[in-house]
Structures are given as structure tokens and as C-alpha cells.
């Protein structure tokens, strides 16, 4: 049976995928197709049957075939009769949920839109088009906007999605995802990246079963727990081979992503703003923009796939400076001192990190107002200058005059009871009016929906980082938000302000970097609880996670490194035992582990052995001998931490496959054990390659196939950094 009465098809091509549109004459938008690149029409995969309790539209009351609720659709909206997961809903004035969007016009233009206010995909005018498409409630009086950044190169499609209320009466969108797509079958895994603070991006794989299953944060950030990427794959596909999707939603704070078998077997995978409590009122005139979700197709398994992610954050997501240079060596004193620290002890720390050949000194929480605890002296954001010993630029200069560069802690978003900034102004954290706050490390949330509260904060930050040579922030957010209400005329719905308040988080950062251009940003939030697409368009690295422990790390590495690049995960050598785990690993384990990353030390330099001094002096040569490999190479993940006990590895080869640095690390030991292999990838099949420092050479072919042999030594996570160079 030939086609559903389509009249009219919006097909995006890419170098390798095709993505197709079917639009009906009733002005349905229909999904007909995305997958492997193809010239033609996929509107013969719609089918239709006689469906009980799957309603028709008025139109076709008398083909009961046609039911919205079986066919795959573009962009399902609430109340034409698709009973699954709904992408978009709204309630009007009168009450009334549901949106009936049809179709009206589509164009299609050169170079990627932006969205106001919001992190956004960019690329040149010659890399990408975009393709709108217009579509109208008349009853309701809205129309909406569905958005399509095509990056031909890259094989991603973003998607994003605008409303504006074009009635006269006040109207509320219920639910707006970015990104919704159907496909005709079932038979799919999903993997999520799941997680807790200090132990963030676990991978976890199951079968897409009957019914919603759903992932998202309410806590205000992307969370630990659940991080906005995620993937759809074939239950056959594995690292290199078979077909798999991605959905990526560059967006910081609480969100939803849904994957639904319904009832015929099909797949409906969803990513957006989170839909619990969000209830956004549009007035008359007014426009909404959704987060954009970028979308991506692998038909050569989930390496590729993290290849591309890779590529499109570094290149088409990060800004700035520092996006494709080389980020300075870095020593942070948190777990050297915690808060316990005077500006003499800082300047020791510095000294002897500057003697091994780092090049940065970060001054971590505690150098302003009465922070000497955890407890107290959030939002006084003036240097505490009896603890320093001096302002802010005594300390900077030394640092440059040892010939490193200066970076600073701050927690802009924060406030604690027990500061001036509180005590002045206690109605600009977001508290509700007669209830005791919940609170989270003994500290309340500012509104930073506020622009006023947010513009306080960045002048009084300003100030701070104009009395002193700063070349570097850590821009940290430590607790999870609820409870809100906002002093705002209007706003005060809760259903409103989370997003509000994401939005003056994204303007603050975008004051910040239009404002210091040259200014490197890594963002945090308790280590990995704001690793997200969205605030790597304004900090092109992220502290990964708290934990520094190189054998969770790995494991918390190895699932970010699905969606994420290297560049963007901040990565430190810490001291033994672990301060998280307890756990006691070799030095160079813990500087192999570091260097899958933006690389530093978090420790006094000065308590270690002089053996050990001379290690971080090679290590950092190292780590500027490999970097350009390591952060612009291709990542391969060589284990799986499910199945893998013996040993972890990874990969990164230049895309010309001449360079291939190997990272192994053993975790298991046992008496008389058996060999393990790792194999490696991406080699060329047909050439030699040489080990650095050694004059012995491997067959490509050989590596891949049979792999190299983990050595034999009694110790305990030991690790093994090879590099091989192709003949
Ligand atoms: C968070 C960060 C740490 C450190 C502390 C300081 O937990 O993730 O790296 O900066 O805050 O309070």
C-alpha cells in the first residue's frame, strides 16, 4: 500500500545519513525515515489498518485506517489521537490541553540558526543549512517553529523548537521536547549514562521495553544521575559495528529524555526540557525557544558514533581560545588543602609545582569572604585578605613570576545564611515564604532568574578578576535545587522559573566570555553534576568528576567518553590513599589515567618522593609530547568495565593513522593467571607500526586482530602507555 496520502517531502542529506519527512494532505507531518544515506522515498513504510481504540482524525472519520496513534510522526503533539508519549503539549486559557499543529510552509537557508539565549550548535554558512518547517494550531492561536540545523560533513541534524502565542489570551506550553523521533520497529537497546555524585556516566544497556521508560534530573542541573546523551542502538550493534543513534541536548538544567514501545512494537525515543512541573505561560505576542537536541546516526557502531560527538563538541559546540589549543598543565590546591591555607602556603604549593613544569596554579574554594568552612561566606565575593596574607595580586604575581599561569574558584550561583551578601538581601535566594528551605552543603540558591541578582554577582566577580591577573575559572554549582519561588512580578509559578533561572546561568556565562574573551572557563558542579553539552559551548572543559580516584576514574571516564571528547573532561593526578576511595595506585597509574583528559595535579607537590617529582617533570612532557594526539585524535574505548576484570585500555590514533598512543591499566591480579590481549583499532591492517623506544615492530593487522599482551608483573593497577608510529 502506497503512501498515506503524502503530497509533500522535506528529506535532509548528510555526508552518510538521510533523514526524510513525509508531509499529508491534512498537513500531518509524518517521520518517514533516518538511517543510511538514499536517494528515493520511504513513504511506502507507511502502513495503516483498522485499529480499535486508536483514533482517526475528523477528517478521515470514515478511514479507520488512518490513525495518528499507529503512524510514526514528526513532532506528536497531545489531542489528535496519538496516545504515545506526547513531544509538545499546551494548555489554553480555557484550560484545555492538547495542540492540533498542521502544517503551513517550510524553508530552507544557508548556515545553522542560533537560539536566543541558549547554547547552540554553530558552523559556517558553507558547513550547514537549516530547514524550518511552520505549523499552526488555528484553534489554539499558536504556531510553532520545528527547527533543523544540518551539518552535511558531520552527519548531525540538531533540532530545536520554537512557539508563539498568536492569540490574545495567555496560553501555557506543558511540555516542549527538542527532539522526538519514531521508528516503525521495535528491537532496540538503549544506553544511558547514569550515575551518583562522585561516580558519574555509569553506561547501563537494556532493551527498550513496553511501555515509557524515562530518565531526567529535577534537581535544577543535568545531574550526577542522569546525564542528557544518550543513545539508541540495534541489539546487535557493539563498539564497531551495527546501526545506532545519538541525542544529545545541550542543556544544563532539569530535563527528559522517554523511549516508548507502544503498543504495535514501534520505538518513539524523546529528549527536551523536562515537563514535570513546567507549565511556561506565553502571553500574547510572545515567543519560546526550546533547548536544541543535536542527533546523530552511526551505521559503523558506537565508536563512530562517539567520533562524531567528539568532532561536533570541540569544533561546533566549545568557543573560545583555548577550544583547539593545547590547555595549560594545571595544579588545584583543594585536595593540597582544602580551605585550610594562608597565602604563604599557596605561594609553597606553587613554587615547587612550577619547579616540576606545571603551568597554571588554581586557587580552589575558600580565598574569599569568611569561607574558612564549608558553612559559611557564599556570595561574598571580596578576597580575604588576612588569609592571603596580601590582595588577590600578591599571590598572582608570584605565581607569574614563577613563570605560571593564575586561575580562581568561584561559586557565583550560591549563597550561604551566614554571609553579608544573605544578610542584605535574604529575599534573593530561592526560597518558598513561610517554609523552612531545604538545604544542600548548609547553602541556598540565588535567583539567577533575577538579572538583577545575577548582574550583582558578576560585577562584585568582576572586580575580583580585574585586581589581578586571571587567566583561568572554575566556575563550580554545588547542590541540587527545590523549593523555588522567585520574588519576580509574574514568575512566580513554579512551573517557569527552573528554566528562567537557566537562562540567567547561560547570560551570566555569556557576560563572562564576551567580557573576558581570553579567559579559560572549566565548569563544575561537585565534579560531573553539570556535564553537559550545553555549558561546554561557553566552558570547553568540565571537572569530570570529584572522585580522583584513577580506578573509578576510568570507569567514570570511559561513560563520558561516549558522547563527550577528551578535551572536554578535566582530569587530576591526586594524592594516595585516594581521599575518595581510600584505594593506593601507582603514581604513573594515576598520570596515565589524568592524561585521558585536560590534564593537572591536585596535591602538594612538596610531599612527595623525589622519585616521584622527577615522574610529574617526565609526565608533563609527556602529556605536551601526546596532547595533540589525545585531543584531537580518535578515542577508542579497547574494554568494556562490565565484562573487562582484568585489565582497562584505551586508545587515541591520529586521523591519518600514522600516531597511536595505548593506555592500559590492570585492575585484577590473581596467582598463576592467564594472559590477557588487548586489541587495539582504526590501524592500518596493512602496515608495520614501531613502539617508541624500542626497536621492534607489529603488524597493523596483527595489533587488531590478536592485540598485545598485558605484561606479567606482580603489583597492583599497574599502567602501560605505549606509543606506536606507522611506518
Ligand atoms: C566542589 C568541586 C571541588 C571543589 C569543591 C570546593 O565539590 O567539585 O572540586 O572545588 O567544590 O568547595
Redesign the pocket.
Known sequence: MRSRDITEYITLQTKNTTYQIGISSLGFLFHLYYGPKTEGKADYLLTGRDRGFSPNPYEKKEDRTYSLDALPMEYPSYGNGDFRSPAFNLRTSMGVFGADLRYRSHRRTEGKYSIPGLPAVYASAQDSYTVEIFLEDETAQVSVVLKYGVLPDLDVITRSVSVTNTGRETIYINKIYSASLDFLTGGFDLLHFYGRHAMERNLERFPILFGNQSFGSRRGTSSHQHNPFFILAESDTTEDFGSCYGMSLLYSGNFRMEAEKDQYGQTRIQIGLSDEMFDYPLMPKEEFHSPEAAMAYSGRGLAHLSHIYHKLIRRHVCRGKYRDCRRPVLI?N??AT??DFDGDRLIEIARQAAELGVEMFVL???WFGERNS?NAGLGDWYVNEDKLKGPLSRISQAVHQMGMKFGL?I?PEMVNEDSQLYREHPDWALVVPGRKPVMGRNQLVLDFSREEVADHIFSMICKVLDSAEIEYI?M?M?RSICNVYTATEGFQNYGQIMHRYMLGVYRFLDKLTTRYPDLLIEG????GGRFDAGMLYYTPQI?CS?NTDAIDRIRIQHGTSFGYPISAVGSHVSAVPNHQTGRITPFRTRAVVAMAGSFGY?LDLNRISPQEKEEVSRQIEDYKKYWDLIQNGLYYRLHNPETDKEAAAWEFLSEDRKRVLLNIVSLDTHGNSPVTYIRLKGLDPDKIYHLEGENSSYPGAILMQAGIPVPAELSEYKAWQYSFLRE
Open positions: 588545584n583543594w585536595e582544602y580551605m580552589d574554594d575558600g564549608d574558584w561559586e572554575k563550580d554545588n563544575c558542579s561537585g565534579g571537572w570529584d591536585e
